[in-house]
T-cell receptor, first 112, second 114 residues
Framework: GEDVEQSLFLSVREGDSSVINCTYT??????LYWYKQEPGAGLQLLTY?????DMKQDQRLTVLLNKKDKHLSLRIADTQTGDSAIYFC????????????FGTGTRLLVSP | NAGVTQTPKFRVLKTGQSMTLLCAQD?????MYWYRQDPGMGLRLIHY???????AKGEVPDGYNVSRLKKQNFLLGLESAAPSQTSVYFC?????????????FGPGTRLLVL
């Protein structure tokens, strides 16, 4: 079955780069996503990558996909205190209703 | 354009009480979803709908019912609430066939069952 795993916690200093990692099991995933959840709020899409791509860059965000190892990472350059949040990776599987399978979330804490 | 809205934002129930959570979207999306979020477990799919008048079970449907009488609304019902249903509930919607196929989420409903 599908399973998506993430480390639970990451702490960095402001200005450093953050790298959040995710592993998944379903090799038929079509898209992989990164969502951000701020306290008391819903999930906000940050970026996504199609499964036939290796890398996608969007301003301070870089997504790397290693399809062979089923490993996805999100790098945030020049991390700011406003980046403190929970980050979820999710995979979209080939079903008729665009099912998303979410990881457990990584809490990123950025200290000044 | 409000996106996805949820009511109420917060509710406290006693065991055995019933309630309905309302989700509304103004993006004319076909697909809608209800998730629950529990600490350390990510989001789990409760029920979903691929169109007006249709619903289907997700990963954790027991104890919940849903209805999609209008395209823009998706209701989640708890007939007899249990403490195990204490959670944060998120509604989401999407339109099939678009690049990226992302789901748009509401702000969540926090439910406490005593």
């Amino acid at each position: 079955g599908e399973d998506v795993e993430q480390s639970l916690f990451l702490s960095v200093r402001e200005g450093d780069s953050s790298v959040i990692n995710c592993t998944y099991t379903d090799s038929s995933s079509t898209y992989l996503y990164w969502y951000k959840q701020e306290p008391g709020a819903g999930l906000q899409l940050l970026t996504y990558i199609f499964s036939n791509m290796d890398m996608k860059q969007d301003q301070r965000l870089t997504v790397l996909l290693n399809k062979k190892d089923k490993h996805l990472s999100l790098r945030i350059a020049d991390t700011q205190t406003g980046d403190s949040a929970i980050y979820f990776c999710a995979e979209s599987t080939n079903t008729g209703f665009q099912k998303l399978v979410f990881g457990t979330g990584t809490r990123l804490l950025v200290s000044p | 354009n409000a996106g996805v809205t949820q009511t109420p934002k917060f509710r406290v129930l006693k065991t055995g009480q019933s309630m309905t959570l309302l989700c509304a979207q103004d993006m004319n999306h076909e697909y809608m979803y209800w998730y629950r979020q529990d600490p350390g477990m990510g989001l789990r799919l409760i029920h979903y709908s691929v169109g007006e008048g249709t619903t289907a079970k997700g990963e954790v449907p027991d104890g919940y019912n849903v209805s999609r009488l209008k395209k823009q609304n998706f209701l989640l019902g708890l007939e007899s609430a249990a403490p195990s249903q204490t959670s944060v509930y998120f509604c989401a919607s999407t339109q099939p066939g678009r690049v990226g196929e992302t789901q748009y989420f509401g702000p969540g409903t926090r439910l406490l069952v005593l």
